[in-house]
């Protein structure tokens, strides 16, 4: 696809701050055709370094609350401010995704980019933990890196030339995916889908001189990228 929206982040200085494959173009994608009103309250939920969450405020119109666990609300706020947004439009804070600190119903949408796989693999973590601070007929989209097909049970030696068993173990496929949101009780199921963007998102942050990028490079080097994929899904709050 053509991320047109995604172009105007395409600096150094701004890809030096992804912390994976490029977050700006997973979004883009996910959202798509996306049903969420403009001007809708938005938690971006694993926001990072609040890339994503200035592409919501500015691409898409959302006030957004930038919500993560490991990055400094303060050092954010200072990102946010140099990206010209004001303080009602974008609030850093810092949470625990299992544990939100929100008045229920307080959403119209919840969002996640490259990072649901980290705390939501408890098939009751939807309903109990995530869906209460959604309004009813709001909505969840999230992508997570997957696997095309699952192979923990013999796991390539492509892949662990970047990894650990335990680290890959947050590697899942669309039915594992499909088995998670289809368990919820109070969401809709709008889609559960593979989607376009693997190797160009990789591209973008194999690039990247971090260390973390560096070490990933093994694996596509040599060829592992064919056993992954980012899978994305939608849910509708009933």
């Excluded at 403009?38 to 691409?59: I, P, R, W, Y």
């Excluded at 200072?78 to 974008?90: A, P, R, S, V, W």
């Excluded at 869906?131 to 095309?148: E, N, Q, R, W």
Aim: hydrophobic share 40%; net charge negative; proline share 5%.
């Amino acid at each position: 696809m053509e991320y047109v929206k995604s172009q105007k982040y395409n600096t150094p200085e701004l890809l030096a701050k992804i912390m994976g494959p490029n977050p700006f173009k997973l979004q883009e994608e996910m959202l798509r055709n996306h049903k969420i009103p403009a001007g809708s309250l938005v938690c971006d939920l694993g926001s990072g370094q609040g890339l994503t969450s200035v592409m919501l405020v500015k691409d898409y119109g959302f006030t957004v609350y930038a919500a993560d666990l490991w990055s400094d609300p303060q050092e954010n706020r200072k990102f946010f401010d140099g990206m010209g947004l004001t303080h009602e439009q974008i609030i850093p804070v810092k949470v625990d995704a299992t544990a939100l600190p929100f008045e229920k119903d307080f959403f119209d949408a919840i969002i996640s980019t490259d990072s649901y796989n980290f705390w939501g693999r408890d098939p009751e973590y939807l309903d109990a933990k995530l869906l209460p601070y959604v309004k009813s007929g709001g909505y969840i989209y999230a992508c997570v890196p997957g696997m095309k097909k699952d192979c923990h049970d013999n796991l390539p030696k492509e892949l662990l030339l970047s990894w650990t068993p335990e680290q890959i173990i947050y590697l899942r496929d669309t039915a594992y995916w499909t088995e998670i949101v289809n368990s919820s009780r109070n969401a809709e199921v709008i889609s559960v889908y593979e989607m376009e963007s693997n190797e160009e998102v990789w591209a973008d942050w194999l690039m990247q001189e971090n260390e973390i990028a560096v070490n990933d490079r093994k694996t596509w080097s040599a060829g592992g990228g064919k056993y992954l994929n980012f899978i994305a899904f939608v849910l509708q709050k009933k």
